[in-house]
């Protein structure tokens, strides 16, 4: 055994499906370590039954659903104004984004993180609007079955048809 120090572990690389930016696969891996030490799971790029696409949603031990939307830069936030439609299908609603977006752009009575691809920290505390139990119960059962679908194609990649996840 040598007596020099340790080495760091080296970061492991970032996966993401190709529609993300550098920065905000970053966020999304920060934010994605925020949840897990705080006891949730998370799953990226969640379609909800409305169509659009959750940049994150997480799931609480509680049952407690949380929708996380990454803005990478301001013309980012500027460009994209979807984001209201994820609010029916969560009980708190985040933006993400890296030091280089100024808060004030951003909504005041939304949650607001900050983050990079080593962590993320809550910077203001999301309202919490509870969901009627039927949506919780259709919104819970869609995450656990896209969970499902993910660790299939993990297992078997070639066994999960085209556009089922």
């Not at 897990?36 to 909800?48: C, S, Y």
């Not at 439609?85 to 030091?99: H, L, S």
């Not at 983050?115 to 969901?131: N, Q, T």
């Amino acid at each position: 055994m040598s007596d020099s120090p340790a080495l760091l572990k080296p970061q492991a690389p970032i996966l993401t499906d190709g529609r993300q930016s550098p920065v905000a696969a970053g966020v999304q891996r920060g934010v994605r370590r925020l949840f897990a030490q705080l006891g949730h799971v998370t799953i990226p790029e969640f379609t909800l039954a409305n169509g659009r696409r959750a940049d994150i949603i997480a799931l609480a031990p509680g049952g407690a659903l949380t929708i996380v939307e990454i803005k990478s830069s301001v013309a980012d936030f500027r460009a994209d104004r979807k984001w209201p439609d994820y609010e029916d299908f969560c009980d708190r609603f985040y933006f993400a984004v890296p030091e280089t977006v100024p808060f004030d752009i951003l909504p005041e009575d939304r949650g607001l993180i900050l983050a990079d691809s080593f962590g993320a920290a809550i910077m203001r505390e999301a309202a919490h609007h509870p969901l009627a139990g039927a949506r919780r119960k259709a919104v819970t059962l869609r995450f656990a079955h896209a969970a499902a679908s993910l660790l299939h194609a993990l297992a078997d990649p070639d066994g999960v048809p085209d556009g089922r996840l």
